[in-house]
Every structure is written in C-alpha cells, then in structure tokens.
C-alpha cells in the first residue's frame, strides 16, 4: 500500500532515509476509499483489527468486514441527516465502533471528534458550542450517557446536536440505537461530492494545561503523515500485530491505533478495558502474539515492576514509546528481559510524529531521536535563528513553502492563538530541546516551564527525570518559586509510593535533594520538597503545571 504514496519504500540508514523520503499526495485523497477500501479490494480476508475486552469477548475483522460495516454506518448515518462538513463528537472508548465509525464518518465527507469518556456534562456542553456538533455516538456506560445527555438540555434550545446514536448495550430513551437501526439502513453509494485535500477530517480538542482547550483542526492528508509513524517509527509490515497502549479520545490513539498502522498494512490490537493493567497486558501479548508495542514510559515503569520471567515475550519484535523522556532504568530492563530496543518519539496533537529513533538508529535512552523527513524543523532561539548544537531552542517547523502533510491547519476559528505559534514562515511548538553532536534531540520543557535560577537554565523535565530515580517517588512535577534572592528556585512537588508515605516530612526532603545533588548538576536540584497526595491534571492526565505555580 505504501507504494502508492512513496516514492521509495525502503532505506539504507538516517542519511538515505532523511534525502529520500518524498510523500506523493493523490489529489482529493480520502483514507477510508483510498486506503480501507483497497485493502478490502486486495486482500480482503486479511485481519485488520483484533479485539478484545476484560470480560473475555474476542472479535477478529478483515479488511472486507470493515469496509462493509463501515459502509453500513456510513448509509445509517446519513440517514439521521448527517453529510459533509458536519461534525460528530465519537465517545466510544475502545468500543470496536470506534474505528467503524471513524472510518465512516471519513465516507461521509463529515468530521470525526473523539472525545474521553472522562468528560462531565460542562465540559461536553463546551464542545458542543466551540465545534457546532451535530451528531455524538457514545458508548452505553451509564456515566457517559448521563453526562451527555445534561450537556444537550443544558444547551438548550439552540443546541445544534441533531442525534444521538448509542452503540449499546443499554440505549436509554433519546438515543438510536445504532446495532438495531443499522439494518435497516440503505445500500450505501459514495456521495457524489468527492470533496478535497483541504477539507477539515478530523479534529481534536487539547487538553487544556494552561487555559480553555484549543480545537486543533487537520485536513484530508493528515493521515498520509503518518506513514512514517506507522512504517518507519513502529516499523510495521502486513505480518505486523500491533498494541498501542492509548485511549481512542486522544491524539496518541490517530498515532498509534488507525492510520499508519493501515497503511502499512498491520492489524490492530485493541484491548478494551477499564484502567491500563501490566499484568493483563503482558499475559496478551503471549496469548495473542502481539509482536510490536507502543507504551508510555509510565505504562512500561508498571510493567518492569512484573516478573518478567513469567510471561511469553517471545512474539515481540519492536518496542516504542513517547509521551516524556524514558528512563534508562526502563530500557535496560526490557532490553535484558526481552532482547529488544525501546524506540522513543515526539510529537503533539498538532503533528504527526515529528522526531523518533528509526530501525537503523542505536537508541540513545532519554533522547527523541532525529526528525522525521516529513518535517524540515530546527531549533530556533529567541531571535529566530537556529542555535548551535549543545544550546536550548525551541523545536520548530519550516512551513515557508507550504504545509507538510501532517501537519494541522490551525486552531479552529481562533486565528489569534493560531497566529501566536503559526508566523515568520514557522510553526513554533513551544517545545524546547537540545541538538547532540551526533544530531540526537533532547528534550528540555515547555518554553514558559524552564526554570531561570541564579542565572542558570533549569529544565524541570531533566530534574523530574532524576527524581524518579528515587525509589520513594512515584510521579513528580518541579515548578519554579520567586525568590528574592535568585530570581526563582526549583521545587518539587512529590507523590510518594505507598511505602514511603509515612515518611514524608524534613529527613525524606532532605534525603531527595543529596540524591537530585549527587545524581545531575547541583545547581538543579529543588530547595522546595512538597509532599502531596496527588497532582493536579487535565482530562487527559497531563499535569497542570500553571496550577501549581500559584500554589
């Protein structure tokens, strides 16, 4: 499948693969036709998804199987009056009918908007306003329901929502209930509008870690992006039996659970469960030879704490991760468990993946990797001029000669906050990073998380990487404090595990700042020691940091 959209598929090492790389985008392309349904076409039979659930339920789809129930939703939906352009908010989980109905939303022309399950009724009544949401299709968890169903009477009259479709398996009153409907819907033809590449397909609301969530809007070609996410970071083929370890509401999921994943031709692992388990997760990969996994560095953290002896790794082939720096207790862990290199990543909702360690690439355990060819980005200081290797700059993309496919559009109808990370011929992330003599990246923070203390830079994602070295700290976040004397200083503020709680007071406080001292640069370690039950995080579980800079 690859074939058609590159113009060479296979490459010797970073320097083959970083000069040519080149994306060939069909005009008017459309994942669902062009990628779905030419698999069906050309190896129908072959597994596409297989899922499962904690209650012991296992469904295995072809290619055929998803084009025909995707056509079928595709016919159904359109029958509640939903067509091009219109918007469907999908809180499904991982419900199965969450990759139907993505791919028949795709068909329709319409744009797709998943959501968490986590969200009350006032954060749906937000979505439902900000996006003009005509049609949700959730799943039958009474929170769920509950929550959507007070959103739409507290919008009122003016409530654009039209329908509200229920996948089961209980469907309350005012919901269709899709698996019942279905059937009855007509013989799906393509809808004679074609559509094109500039048209909005998908969009995603950010979390929100400073402010109201932003809504990041991405065009047709947005999943022609991750090819490099699916075939060269993933490393996946059509013998692949990939696991991601993502929730279907956020951005990490379009990464790792649909679209490069397709178009390499590898079939979808899908577990559907309550909350990430390592024991349950690590006895699937044995029973269904899961052979590539993508895991958070928190969700690998669990697993490591498995005994891994007992478990049947043998199927395993590749290992990746992204979401924050990995530690090199964790790599070296599964390498000597498993035999496997860990392959980290960076990205954003914004983006496809945009820095990784690729196949031919020896990781270096805590670095990003190298850019992805799809992106030509460097690292710009505060006079927009690239900095030297070894200095912090913020990670950015030239986008002087267009667009790269991949990347968003901007931030619906907010031309002010798209015009803030969007100017001068770059797209600005925000990130802050470091370049190695050997072109590895390093990441450093957020560019208002650095930490200016006695007049040095402190990043608070180096010093967290250390605290969590400590075998008292379970998860951390380092803020900076005003100090008359020096500007600012480093605290932390420290979730103990359960064996150390007792503990928490001046010794253990004392006991992290010699360990942060003896283990990195003394400058950096916290002066502050704040013992805390929990963070505080957004929906999507990213810590707020500008809550605890009031605190």
Not at 360 to 371: A, D, F, I
Request: aromatic share 10%; with cysteine.
């Amino acid at each position: 499948m690859i074939e058609k959209y590159l113009e060479k598929t296979a490459f010797s090492g970073m320097e083959d693969f970083r000069d040519n790389y080149r994306l060939k985008v069909p005009g008017s392309f459309n994942f669902a036709y062009d990628v779905m349904d030419a698999w069906a076409a050309e190896a129908p039979d072959k597994l596409a998804l297989l899922w499962t659930n904690d209650l012991g339920e296992c469904r295995r789809f072809s290619f055929r199987d998803l084009k025909d129930m995707s056509d079928k939703a595709a016919s159904y939906y359109m029958s509640l009056g939903i067509g091009k352009g219109d918007r469907v908010m999908l809180i499904l989980g991982r419900r199965y009918e969450f990759w139907v109905t993505m791919l028949a939303v795709h068909k329709i022309g319409a744009v797709a908007i998943p959501a968490t399950h986590l969200l009350t009724d006032l954060d749906i009544v937000y979505r439902i306003e900000k996006a003009g949401i005509k049609a949700i299709v959730c799943e039958g968890d009474p929170y769920v329901l509950g929550n959507v169903s007070k959103a739409v009477q507290k919008c009122g009259p003016k409530c654009t929502v039209k329908a509200l479709v229920c996948v089961g398996p209980e469907v309350p009153e005012g919901f269709h209930n899709l698996h019942k409907e279905w059937e009855q819907a007509p013989v799906f033809v393509r809808p004679s509008d074609k559509g094109s590449n500039d048209d909005v397909m998908l969009m995603y609301f950010t979390s929100g870690t400073s402010g109201e969530p932003k809504i990041v809007a991405h065009d047709m070609t947005y999943p022609l992006g991750h090819l490099v996410t699916g075939s060269f970071w993933h490393n996946l083929g059509p013998d692949s039996l990939h696991l991601t370890i993502a929730d279907t509401g956020w951005g990490k999921a379009a990464w790792g659970k649909l679209y490069g994943q397709w178009l390499a031709g590898a079939a979808l692992f899908v577990y559907d469960n309550a909350r990430f388990n390592a024991e349950e997760i690590l006895n699937l990969i044995g029973k269904y030879k899961i052979t590539s996994l993508c895991a958070p560095p928190t969700a690998l953290r669990f697993i490591i704490q498995e005994d891994l002896d007992q478990y049947d790794l043998s199927s395993l082939k590749y290992l990746c991760t992204a979401g924050e720096a990995l530690n090199s207790v964790v790599y070296d862990t599964m390498l000597a468990k498993t035999g496997l290199k860990i392959h980290e990543g960076y990205g954003q909702t914004e983006s496809t993946l945009l820095l990784g360690t690729f196949p031919w690439m020896e990781p270096k355990p805590g670095s990003m990797g190298m850019p992805s060819p799809q992106y030509d980005i460097a690292l710009l200081g505060l006079d927009g001029s690239p900095v030297k290797d070894g200095e912090v700059g913020e990670i950015c993309i030239n986008v002087k000669n267009g667009k790269p496919s991949g990347l968003f559009m901007g931030y619906l109808d907010d031309p002010e906050r798209t015009a803030k990370v969007w100017h001068d011929g770059w797209y600005h992330t925000s990130d802050m990073a470091w370049r190695d003599e050997d072109g590895y990246f390093w990441f450093v923070g957020r560019n208002d998380d650095i930490i200016k203390t006695s007049g040095y830079r402190v990043s608070p994602f180096e010093v967290e990487s250390v605290l969590m070295m400590h075998p008292a700290i379970v998860e951390c976040a380092v803020t900076g404090v005003p100090d008359p004397l020096r500007g600012f200083v480093v605290k932390a503020t420290v979730v103990l595990t359960e064996a150390y709680r007792h503990m928490a007071g001046p010794d253990l406080a004392k006991e992290i700042q010699t360990f942060v001292k003896s283990t990195t640069a003394p400058y950096k370690y916290p002066r502050i020691v704040e013992f805390v039950d929990e963070l505080p995080k957004t929906i999507s579980g990213k810590i707020r940091r500008v809550e605890l800079r009031k605190s």
